[in-house]
């Protein structure tokens, strides 16, 4: 939460690139497949040439093999191109959901933040009560008036998401208003806009990305597992948690199908965790540790 | 967690924006009052809101009730008397709030039955699936704290282990789980709610991951305690390592973590809507996902607000016995004017 970097902090320069290079390896691996996900995104076609639509019943459930890097499903999909091209719907679920959850959050925390009195009290309490739902079940009572489907899907998850970011930037808010830059800019005689515009939004907003990247993982889960429940993307779109769903049902027969679409959640939100956790000590002005 | 923090903030002497009036609330059964009132009226507007989503959704009462259904004349007078709907809104409102306050969550249309009944008959072996996780969390929780911190190597293995296990979708380790335990080791049945040992890959799955928060909160707390000069003084009477830890240092490492009750039973209770889903167990989970792919609002609402009035209460019970415990805590929420 501090704003400012204590300098005796930094880490000496020679010591910082000997950490980059031996001592973390988990950031490499995270970045180089954060790479990856973000080329499967864009151009799926790079990575493989299988159509993840495409069945071919004569070639159902056959094991990992070197045509087959991953096996294929009950339909004879290819599942290599399937979790290739399922990136495109967790990531864009994903981002856009949590896009929205910062945009409302911010807009939301920076108005109770800055107004104060009966705004910030009917917006605090407003929060309050969202929170008192669980997030996934607060999406779940959204979907069940929108229906299911992707884009239902991207604003339920986002909107139930709103709380974290407009809690966050309030409290900010207050800090960097009630710090002594500020009160020493308003000795200068600065208009009030021009002080919530050049000394306060900067900083109140300061956490807003790194936040969204740590959350980024937390609702790539939630996503995935709304989909699992059939309330996202429908059959035959490769979505990771759809094709879960569908693996749950030949697991007797066909493991692989069932093992590399969750492989591929849990590795993205471990690699989105180890950079935003990074970025955040970096923020900080923390030697990482 | 953010609450902590606007408490904090809150406390320094305000300038500037602030013209929040302070008012004196010192006395503790005061304070307790206040947090008492505060939660029913959360309760409140979440049923207001419940409320006003109804009337807000597209299409007309009745048609979003019925869904599916044969429209009858019958049915069409049954919803309107139960909703009063030729009764002007305020009374509208006030009858609902009035069953809700009753445990009367009204009748589900598409299934054709009592929601209320209906939730209680699912209750059990949801409470029973949550309370199973809630142990496996906590014990994974403590074990993982105990043992591993301020020690080198052991942390940094069971933090790499947490971060593992906190990305993992939980019904992909549900997946994983039955995959290897029931139909390759075949030592866990496949899905169903008969026996005990049906229990146990679900809580396994629903639980590690929870228990991978509280275990970090947990150890970060520890390793405070264990700093402290108190911590010191037990070594000089000659405790050995693992009593300070278990009797001394837990007892304070806790407190944070408790915190995270009302968190956690929110997560555990969303969490059972898909762990029910990957093991075919019976449950609120099961009517909740049935109830939102067909429309049925009354029975969505219901569960919602039964989950909202848990969390509520027991973050309540957290705060109250925090006011208990602490007295610090007193003179600061005074000072905050929450």
Known sequence: MSVSSSPEQEADPRQQRLYWRVANPGLTLSAIFILLVVIATIWPQVLTAANPIAADPLQAQLPPSMQHWFGTDHLGRDVFSRVVYGARYSILIGVSAVAIAAIVGTFLGLLSGLVRGLVDEAISRFLDVISSFPDLLLALVLISFTGPGTINLIFALGLASVPRFARVVRAQTFVIAKSGYVEQARTFGLGRSVLVVRHILPHALAQVPILATIGLGTTIIQAAGLSFLGMGPQPPAPEWGAMLAEARNYLRVAWWIGVWPGLAITLTVISISVLGRRWQLAFEGRRPS | ?338
């Open chain 2, 1 to 338: 967690m953010s609450a902590d923090n606007t408490t904090a903030f809150e406390q320094s002497p305000s300038a500037w924006f602030s013209r929040r009036r302070r008012l004196k609330r010192n006395s503790l059964a005061s304070q307790i009052l206040v947090r008492i009132g505060s939660a029913i009226a959360v309760l409140w507007a979440a049923v207001t809101l419940s409320f006003i989503s109804i009337h807000l959704a597209p299409g007309d009462i009745i048609s979003l009730l019925i869904g599916e259904q044969l429209r009858t004349p019958e049915i069409e007078a049954a919803i309107r008397l139960e909703w009063g709907l030729d009764k002007p809104l305020q009374s509208q409102y006030l009858t609902y709030l009035l069953r809700v306050l009753h445990g009367d969550f009204g009748r589900s249309y598409i299934l054709q039955t009592d929601v209320s009944g209906l939730v209680l008959s699912q209750m059990l072996p949801t409470l029973k699936l949550t309370a199973a996780a809630l142990v496996v969390a906590v014990v994974f929780a403590v074990a993982s704290a105990l043992l591993t911190a301020g020690r080198r190597l052991p942390r940094s293995i069971a933090g790499s282990l947490e971060l593992i296990l906190i990305s993992t979708p939980s019904f992909w380790l549900g997946i994983v789980l039955l995959f290897i335990f029931s139909f390759t080791l075949k030592i866990f049945p496949v899905a169903g709610d008969r026996t005990f040992s049906a229990l146990v890959l679900p809580a396994l799955s629903l639980g590690l991951s929870l228990g991978a928060v509280i275990g970090q909160v947990l150890r970060q707390g520890l390793e405070r305690a264990l700093e402290e000069p108190f911590m010191l003084t037990v070594k000089s009477w000659g405790a050995n390592d693992f009593v300070l830890r278990l009797r001394h240092g837990l007892r304070h490492a806790a407190l944070p973590a408790v915190t995270l009750a009302g968190w956690l039973v929110g997560n555990l209770l969303s969490g059972a809507v898909i762990t029910e889903a990957v093991f075919g167990r019976p449950g609120l989970g099961r009517i909740t996902v049935d109830a939102v792919l067909a429309h049925d609002l009354p029975v969505v609402l219901a569960v919602a607000i039964l989950s909202a009035f848990t969390y509520v209460v027991l973050s309540t019970l957290v705060d109250v016995l925090y006011l208990l415990l602490d007295p610090r805590l007193r003179n600061q929420n005074a000072e905050a004017g929450h």
